[in-house]
C-alpha cells in the first residue's frame, strides 16, 4: 500500500499523520517536544488547527528539524490547519490563515480545512453553548477559502466535520472542490454514506480520533476496547490502535492518530506491510454502529442544528 496519496488539487498527502490537538491544552514545550520526537520517528504529516494552540510548538519544532538536519527544508513536510468556527465568516478567512502561518512560522500550508460548518461568536475556545453558535455563510467562508488557495497561502483546501447535507450544498457553489473531508472515523463510526459521496466526488477522506478520541469532547474511548478489534489484534500478534488504524487505511482514508508519547507514536506507525483479511474488514464492518448524536459527544447536535444563510 502506497504511503501517500495524491489529492485532487494535485499535492500528495502521506496517509498518516500525527495528530496535535490535546484537552486541556498541555504546555507548548511539551506539545513541541512530542512533535519533534515524531520528526525524528519518520512522521511528516502533521494536523494542527488555530483552535489547538499547537500551531505556534509546530512551527517550533519544524525549525528545530531543519536545523538539526532531520529535514532538509520544509517542502517535506504536509502541514494541515483549520480555520475555527469563531473566524467563519466572509472577511475572517484569509486574515486567519494569516494569522495561522504567522504562529507556524512558514509561507504556506499543504491543506487548509474548515473546522466545521458553523460559526461561533466570540473568542477562541474548545467550550462553547448552543447560544453561541451563529448561522454559517458557506458561499462567503468558502469564497475566502478559494482566495487562500488563490494566493497560494494553501496548497489545498478542505472542510472538516462536514455532514452530507451540508457537503452537498458547498459542492453547489464551490468553484474550487474541496480536496478533503476530515471528519470522525473509527469502527463505532464507520461513516460508509458520508465515505460513498465522497468517493463519488473525488474528495479523500481523513479520519481523526481514529483511536476513539479521548472521549472529552468528540470520540468515543471504547473504540480500543471492542471485542472484535481486540480479537483481530491477539490473532494478528498487533495492538487494537494498529488494527483501527490499519482498518482505516484498508478503507481509503488517511488516519490521524495523535500521541505525545514516543513508544505509543512508534507503534502508530506499525500499520505497513501487512493487511487485515477479507473475513477481518466483514467482522469490522458488522459492528454497530453509534448514532450521530451519540458519536460525537461535542460537534454532531450543533452542527446539524446549524442553519445557512
Ligand atoms: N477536525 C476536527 O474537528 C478534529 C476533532 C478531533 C481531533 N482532530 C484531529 O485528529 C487528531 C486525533 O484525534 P484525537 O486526538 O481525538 O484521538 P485519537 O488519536 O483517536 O486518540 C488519542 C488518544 O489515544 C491515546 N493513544 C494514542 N496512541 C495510542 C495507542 N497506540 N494505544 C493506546 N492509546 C493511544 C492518546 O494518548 P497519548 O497521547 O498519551 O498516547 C490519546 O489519549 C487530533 O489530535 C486532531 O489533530 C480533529
Known amino acids: 500500500m502506497e504511503t501517500e496519496i495524491v489529492l485532487s488539487s494535485g499535492g500528495r498527502m502521506p496517509v498518516l499523520g500525527m495528530g496535535t490537538a490535546a484537552y486541556p491544552v498541555p504546555e507548548p514545550e511539551l506539545v513541541e517536544a512530542a512533535i519533534f520526537e515524531a520528526m525524528k520517528l519518520g512522521y511528516r504529516h502533521f494536523d494542527t488547527a488555530s483552535l489547538y494552540q499547537s500551531e505556534r510548538p509546530l512551527g517550533r519544532a519544524i525549525s528545530r528539524a531543519i536545523q538539526t538536519g532531520i529535514i532538509s527544508n520544509r517542502s517535506e513536510l504536509f502541514i494541515a490547519t483549520k480555520l475555527a468556527c469563531f473566524d467563519a465568516y466572509p472577511g475572517a478567512v484569509v486574515p486567519a490563515l494569516r494569522d495561522s502561518l504567522n504562529a ?61 447535507d451540508k457537503l452537498k450544498l458547498l459542492l453547489s457553489h464551490a468553484k474550487v472542490h474541496p480536496a478533503v473531508n476530515q471528519v470522525e472515523m473509527h469502527p463505532l463510526w464507520q461513516q460508509k454514506e458520508l465515505r460513498e459521496l465522497c468517493k463519488e466526488k473525488g474528495i479523500h477522506v481523513s479520519s481523526y480520533s481514529p483511536l476513539g478520541g479521548t472521549g472529552c469532547f468528540w470520540g468515543n474511548r471504547e473504540v480500543l476496547h471492542l471485542k472484535e478489534i481486540e480479537k483481530i489484534a491477539g490473532d494478528k500478534g498487533k495492538t487494537a490502535a494498529q488494527v483501527c488504524l490499519r482498518w482505516g487505511l484498508e478503507k481509503g482514508v488517511s488516519v490521524l492518530p495523535k500521541s505525545f508519547n514516543k513508544e505509543r507514536l512508534q507503534e502508530n506507525m506499525d500499520i505497513f506491510g501487512w493487511t487485515l483479511g477479507e473475513d477481518e474488514l466483514q467482522v469490522i464492518s458488522l459492528i454497530p454502529q453509534l448514532v450521530e448524536d451519540d458519536a460525537s459527544q461535542g460537534l454532531a447536535r450543533p452542527i446539524n442544528s446549524c442553519i445557512n444563510v
Request: with cysteine; hydrophobic share 45%; net charge negative.
Open 104 to 164: 507556524l512560522g512558514i509561507e504556506y500550508v499543504d491543506l487548509y480545512l474548515i473546522h466545521a460548518p458553523m460559526r461561533v461568536r466570540g473568542e477562541k475556545r474548545f467550550v462553547f453553548t448552543m447560544d453561541d453558535v451563529m448561522p454559517f455563510d458557506s458561499v462567503g467562508t468558502w469564497e475566502g477559502m478559494e482566495e487562500c488557495y488563490e494566493l497560494g497561502l494553501a496548497k489545498a483546501i478542505g472542510v472538516s466535520n462536514f455532514p452530507i
